[in-house]
């Protein structure tokens, strides 16, 4: 086991601003197939999940964005970030003046960055590891960015996201065009042109849009 993941985010990422939010910091790789090599190797683990951690995703950009020019959306309200990643959009919306900032990820490694990239940016959020699908802790605002990547995953969480917009919560969906985005339940809320790696993204910048439940 890697003794410090702290430490291996240190060693393998350099903290940049985020391009289309540069108000944040965050521990970046450079490079997504040569991390993801590195994990793997210094785990000792085969088909380890690529690290999500280690980028800037366009849908967590857009929502980043869209709460640092309207800090309203979370001012003084419980903000659940979910399937944070690096902790971008949690990190954003502590920056906006949340009363408080939870993220969540299943990834141990994600986890140790949203520790990380929150002390860079000075910013208090709690991070926890697991599925809170299904569960409602009385978020008053839920984030969740890039989470329709793969069908099951997407109609699971979309559902679960719904029944919380339901029951009263502001719901927000930061998402650059996925295959499952549920456009049919969605409503377009604003769009950007987004800065993106071209590694992972095959361009250099992705049209991504901030969708509410209708």
Request: overall charge negative; proline content about 5%.
């Amino acid at each position: 086991m890697i003794p410090d993941p702290h430490d291996f985010i240190r060693t393998n990422t350099r903290l940049l601003p985020v391009p289309h939010a540069p108000e944040i910091l965050l521990h970046v790789a450079d490079e997504a197939t040569a991390l993801w090599q590195l994990t793997e190797d210094e785990l000792g683990e085969i088909g380890l999940p690529p690290p999500f951690w280690a980028f800037a995703w366009a849908g967590g950009q857009a929502l980043a964005r869209y709460i640092l020019d309207n800090r309203q959306i979370v001012a003084g309200r419980r903000v659940l970030d979910f399937a944070s990643g690096s902790g971008l959009v949690g990190i954003a919306a502590a920056l906006a003046g949340a009363a408080s900032v939870e993220a969540c990820d299943i990834d141990a490694f994600a986890i140790s960055a949203m520790v990380l990239n929150a002390q860079a940016n000075g910013v208090e959020m709690a991070a926890w590891q697991g599925d809170l699908v299904g569960r409602d802790e009385g978020w008053d605002v839920v984030f969740a960015g890039d989470v329709s990547y793969e069908r099951d995953m997407a109609e699971r969480v979309t559902n679960w996201l719904g029944e919380l917009s339901a029951r009263g919560a502001t719901v927000l969906i930061g998402d650059p065009g996925r295959s499952y985005l549920a456009r049919d339940r969605l409503t377009s809320v604003v769009s950007y042109q987004v800065p993106v790696t071209r590694t992972l993204e095959d361009v250099d910048i992705k049209e991504t849009g901030v969708w509410a439940f209708r």
